[in-house]
Each structure stands twice: as C-alpha cells, then as structure tokens.
T-cell receptor
C-alpha cells in the first residue's frame, strides 16, 4: 500500500461547480499535512497547510480526519484557472521526509 | 521574503555526460534543503536532503550526488548521466515552525538523449 494515495482523476467539472478531493495516508504518526497545486511543467506551489481543526481560504477548504487517516480539499465555485494537478503531502513530526501523492488532475470546463 | 533559484531551466545532455544543477536560496539562513526528481507522469521522488553545510542525506542510491558548499547553496551532480536520469529536478527549502512548509524552486527540466 502506498503511504499517500490519491485518485488520479481527471475530475472534469463545469465552471462554478463544487469539487472535492480526498487523500488517504497510511502512517498514523503523520503530523503535518499540505495541499499543493502543480500546473503543467511547473513547480508545485503550496495551496494550504491542513490544520487539525480544518481551515478555509476563500473558495478552498481543507479538512483532516485523523481517525480515518485522510485529508480532503473542497473547491467551491470552480474557475477555469483552478485547472491543475493537486498534490497531497504528509510529513511525520520530527522527520525531514515529506511523502507526496501522485496528484489528482482537475479540469474545469467552460 | 525568501526566494529560491535554480538553473538552468532546461538542459539536454547526452548519455554519459556530467551534470551540475545549482540551487540557491535568498532571505533565510541555515535552511533545510531538498532535491527531488519528478519523472513524467510520476510523483516527486526525494533524492537528497541537507540540514547544513557539508551535511547530505541520500534517499536513493544511484549515480547522482549532492553537495552543499555554502549555507544557501545546494548542488546536484552526476559524473555520467543515464537515460533514466531524465526528469524534472526540483530544489526545495522548508520553514522552521509548527507546520514546516516546503517551498520549491522553478525546477530544471533535464532530457538525457
């Protein structure tokens, strides 16, 4: 089993739709969680750190479920510019290692 | 604010040739630095990690090596490139604090022919 698993997609959604991605992790000692956005042929860019209590930044909401070992990303009112690959990342506290999922592709259609 | 630079942006090299990729960070001191590789359609693979000058941890034994000659400089090298070394090479640094977020440089796209 992979340490971090994501549905590769693609998720094709119309503009204005709400879309949600889940990411599961296998190591219960994982402590820090992140969502990154990666555009084609570009570097990953930090979208959100995922706090234990969940957090929201504009149209984006991230949630953490430690009991079920998954994190989620919700995008409301999707824009064409949201089209990208979304990477789930986990880090075990006290370690240097970050485990990246292979990403979920989102295509927002006009 | 912190900035991370990588060069070159793209590189085409023949099999068997040497490689040197450079990464520098501005606006922070004693950063933790990383080298990753992303093969086409694949996830990020951690290659090397460094906590300070001359301190390198290797994650994947292969024909690549890394060095950290200065606090904010991280270099990825190879003496002889293989076809399988093709990929997108990313340097990253991480913040110190509760969440230890990572930030990436613009990357170097390497094609080995």
């Amino acid at each position: 089993r992979k340490e971090v698993e994501q549905d590769p997609g693609p998720f094709n959604v119309p503009e204005g739709a709400t879309v949600a991605f889940n990411c599961t992790y296998s190591n219960s000692a994982s402590q820090s969680f992140f969502w990154y956005r990666q555009d084609c042929r570009k570097e990953p860019k930090l979208l959100m750190s995922v706090y234990s209590s969940g957090n929201e930044d504009g149209r984006f909401t991230a949630q953490l479920n430690r009991a079920s070992q998954y994190i989620s990303l919700l995008i409301r009112d999707s824009k064409l510019s949201d089209s990208a690959t979304y990477l789930c990342v986990v880090n075990k506290s006290g370690t240097y290692k970050y485990i990246f999922g292979t990403g979920t592709r989102l295509k927002v259609l006009a | 604010s912190q900035t991370i630079h990588q060069w070159p942006a793209t590189l085409v090299q023949p099999v068997g040739s040497p490689l040197s990729l450079e990464c520098t960070v501005e606006g922070t001191s004693n950063p933790n630095l990383y080298w990753y590789r992303q093969a086409a359609g694949r996830g990020l693979q951690l290659l090397f990690y460094s906590v300070g000058i001359g301190q390198i941890s290797s994650e994947v034994p292969q024909n690549l090596s890394a060095s950290r000659p200065q606090d904010r400089q991280f270099i990825l090298s190879s003496k002889k490139l293989l076809l399988s070394d093709s990929g997108f090479y990313l340097c990253a640094w991480r913040t110190s604090g509760v969440y230890n977020e990572q930030f990436f440089g613009p990357g170097t796209r390497l094609t080995v022919l």
